[in-house]
């Protein structure tokens, strides 16, 4: 890390998309970036092309209509974003769970498009992937982003302990945190993941009032389960930020989990139910989307 | 069969339609008004267009009439008292709208409606305003059956453009057109949130940059029409259009067509717009006789001609040899660097131009970015707008509109179409509106997909009404019919979404 105000040219992190004008990730209008990378592998991810790094196997070269992929001299997969038709061969054809659709960019370029949304965005909201693997570039990324009084907000699925490294907290104006599931095996099953440090993250954030946001994700059917997690989420976070109570929807969901999960989406009624329940313990700015 | 004859059988058409259309017809017949041979050979060639203003003027295209002084002194000619209360007032209003003529022969601007009744409507209860208001709405929209007809409200709040917005949700009619005059220092926050709201649901009010009309026009600046900027007390006298892509297809290079096609054709549109406004001034008898201008309702010197442009999109793609409208202006810097150098050129000999009867603007005309009539198809987009079905993202589209903008004080627009979940976030469009019009954008238009009531190019339909149209039933409104043209030969309701697929949270 440089000491002051320099960028460290080396540092780059993968980025999947960047969508300048965004109204679903905070509050305001944003531009939103998507890294890639994400240490859960949530059955119901719903863009699980952005799990994994991309492994050069070349499985999807032959699929691409627009000739946009191709091997450079390193034997690394080049992709041609001119050429690009973003008609998702690629990702439908991974075997990993990644995209060869990624730039690997530094916070300079990445801060070149986020001067030009400026004058029209609230902030930008980074999410992923999982964003905060890259907890050094981001810290760099929103010292910038600051200066130029834009405001930053993480969309965090809990992995990152806040807690035993507070420096991108210190330049990041909040948390929008998934809690997707409280007891151990549920979560295992759900996330491939203990939920230990995602619970952790919620009390740290709550107490440095840091919270931006809290989801979960309401399954058809999991009575036990969505219970369980919505009582959890509801009597910690009280007043503190809202608590959106997300309907699943099997779009984009990888099929065999589709399957597992469910192929039809959860019902508004349903879903009303666990933010009724939400309000009823405290969690009064509760709503489903 | 006789021309008048399909008028007069058109099932269609309303009576009152088929009367202007035989009014058109009757002013078609005669020729006294004659430009050079040169200009019908480019016009034939549909390289210049008269917007079919009429072979005789018989009035300016467009009338800003100062109704505060309606309100001020009453009106001799209509025997008008100054009103006294709200009911006077929007009865006075009501009359004398049905006096001011036009090209469409409706009164394209309404007043300044804020201003001009807020005195009136806190005399009143609200309950009672409010319904007198809805009233006066519901008879421009029955009387004044056109929807370019304009009013316009702001920039700073009041109780009156609040109720105004309020009726316009609950009474979701095309008619009037709707401008909030937006000044970041003197719209509140929540007012301006109120016409979001109100604008995603029914397609208007559009927000128009109030600084920068302001130093083209001083205070007292009319929105008319689908997005005319003009002076109130005056108007605009005619506008006649350059289809640049047309003008360009006898050039043989970019240098050919700055140096001699551009201007060549710019001159016979001058030539066209002098003999037509001292036609109006000095032939026609509304400035002489008209109790608009006897009264001082219009001053004669406060009208400008409007110089209008359309197809800039398809004429830097052409002259650049672009086939493929995805890679060309608009999403290429090549093509829209040239669209500035046009515009410059465009700019800058107009401004050369001594204007008859333009007193109050230095003698000079004033440039105006067309929004296009449904015969242009695709061949034409309006003004300097990016073509339907290929527009970037919603960030670029802006930074293009944000250059090309300022040329046009006589009124450019761009509309954009928001999904569904706009509408629980008006702040974040207020943000975007905020910036681009810092940024040099004039006149931001939206509305949500799933409405009846839509933009088409600059002006209000209900998609219902079409319909009505295409089941051979009359239509009130009388630009239903270009809605619908609009929307089979330009596609002009398909432009682009501003939709959201929604990555995070699952």
């Known amino acids: 890390m440089p000491s002051t105000g320099e960028f460290s040219t080396m540092m780059r992190a993968p980025v999947n998309k960047i969508i300048p004008f965004s109204n679903v990730d905070g509050p305001g209008n944003r531009t939103a970036v998507f890294f890639q990378g994400c240490p859960f592998n949530c059955l119901f991810c719903h863009n699980p092309e952005t799990i994994r790094l991309c492994q050069s196997c070349g499985a999807c070269v032959e699929s691409c209509p627009a000739k946009a992929l191709s091997f450079a001299a390193d034997g690394q997969l080049f992709w041609d974003s001119a050429a690009c ?16 659709r990624v730039r690997w960019m530094s916070v300079e370029e990445l801060l070149s498009d986020i001067r030009r949304s400026a004058p029209y965005i609230a902030g930008i909201t980074t999410s992923g992937g999982e964003c905060t693997q890259y907890n050094e570039f981001l810290i760099e990324l929103f ?42 095996a549920w979560s295992k099953e759900l996330l491939s993941h203990p939920p230990r440090l995602v619970l952790k993250n919620l009390d740290y954030l709550l107490c440095v009032g840091k919270l931006q946001e809290l989801r979960t994700v309401i399954l058809p059917g999991r009575d036990r389960e969505n219970e369980e997690t919505v009582r959890y989420v509801a009597a910690r976070i009280g007043e503190a930020c809202p608590y959106k109570i997300i309907r699943y929807r099997p779009y984009g969901v990888r099929e065999r989990y589709q399957k597992l999960l469910g192929e039809l989406e959860t019902e508004a009624d349903y879903a009303e139910r666990y933010a009724d329940l939400a309000r009823s313990l405290g969690a009064t700015k509760a709503y489903v989307i | 069969m006789s021309d008048a004859l399909n008028i007069i059988q058109d099932p269609t058409l309303t009576y009152h339609q088929q009367l202007l259309a035989l009014a058109r017809l009757g ?34 295209r467009y009338i800003c009439p100062d109704y505060e002084l309606l309100f001020r002194k009453g009106c001799q000619f209509l025997g008008l008292e100054p009103p006294k209360d709200l009911l006077e007032a929007v009865n006075a209003l009501e009359i004398f709208y049905c006096h001011v003529p036009s090209i469409t022969s409706f009164p394209v601007y309404l007043g300044d409606l804020d201003r001009l009744l807020e005195p009136f409507v806190l005399k009143e209860d609200r309950a009672y305003a409010k319904k007198v208001l809805g009233l006066f709405l519901r008879n421009i929209d029955r009387v004044q059956t056109d929807s370019f007809v304009h009013a316009d ?64 026009w001083g205070e007292r600046y009319a929105i008319a029409s689908c997005y005319n900027g003009l002076s109130i007390g005056g108007g605009g006298y005619t506008l006649p259009r350059l289809r640049l ?19 060549r054709h710019i001159d016979l549109q001058l030539e066209y717009m002098d ?16 109790f608009l201008v006897t009264e001082g309702f219009v001053k004669r010197e406060n009208f400008t001609g409007m110089f209008g442009v359309v197809g800039l999109a398809e004429c830097c793609n052409h002259l650049l040899g672009i086939t493929d409208k995805k890679k060309g202006f608009g999403m290429n810097e090549k093509a829209t660097a040239l669209g500035l150098r046009i515009m410059d050129a465009i700019e800058a000999r107009v401004a050369a131009h001594e204007a008859p009867y333009c007193e109050a603007y230095g003698h000079r005309y004033r440039l105006h970015a067309q929004v296009g009539i449904d015969s242009d198809g695709m061949d034409d987009s309006p003004g300097t707008r990016i073509p339907i079905g290929v527009e970037p993202t919603m960030l670029e589209q802006l930074e293009v509109n944000e250059k090309f903008h300022p040329y046009f004080p006589t009124g450019t627009g761009d509309i954009f179409k928001f999904e569904e979940t706009w509408l629980k976030t008006p702040d974040a469009i207020l943000a975007i509106i905020q910036g681009a019009l810092e940024n040099g954008l004039r006149y931001f238009s939206g509305y949500l997909e799933n409405n009846d009531v839509v933009r088409v190019t600059g002006y209000l339909v209900k998609k219902s009404e079409i319909e009505k149209l295409r089941a051979k039933k009359q239509s009130l409104n009388n630009v239903t019919v270009f809605g619908m043209g609009a929307q089979d030969g330009g596609h002009a309701l398909d432009r682009r979404v501003q939709h959201y697929d929604e990555s995070a949270g699952q």
């Open chain 1, 85 to 100: 038709v973003q008609c998702d061969a690629c990702i439908k054809r991974c075997p990993y769970d990644a995209s060869p």
């Open chain 1, 143 to 184: 010292t910038e982003v600051q200066k130029l009084g834009k405001s930053c907000l993480i969309d965090s699925n809990g992995s990152f302990d806040f807690a035993r490294d507070p420096r991108v907290l210190a330049v990041c104006d909040g948390v929008m945190l998934d809690v997707k599931a409280v007891s151990p």
């Open chain 2, 27 to 60: 002013e078609s017949t005669d020729h006294m008004l004659r430009y050079s041979d040169a200009y019908y050979e480019a016009k034939k060639r549909g390289a210049l267009c008269d917007l079919n203003e009429g072979a005789m003027p018989y009035r300016p």
């Open chain 2, 153 to 216: 409200i702001g920039p700073e709040d009041s109780v009156t453009a609040r109720l105004l917005l309020e009726l316009t949700e609950e009474m979701q009619l095309a008619i009037p057109n709707l401008t909030l005059r937006y000044d970041p220092e003197k719209t509140g926050e929540d007012f301006a949130l109120a016409c979001v709201k109100c604008m995603l649901k029914t397609a208007k009010p559009s927000f128009a940059n109030h600084r920068m009309f302001c130093k083209e």
């Open chain 2, 245 to 263: 892509y047309e003008c360009a297809l006898g050039a043989t290079s970019v240098e050919d067509f700055l140096s001699r096609e551009l201007p």
């Open chain 2, 275 to 290: 003999k037509r406004v001292k036609f109006i001034v000095e032939e026609s008898s509304f400035f002489k006789t008209s």
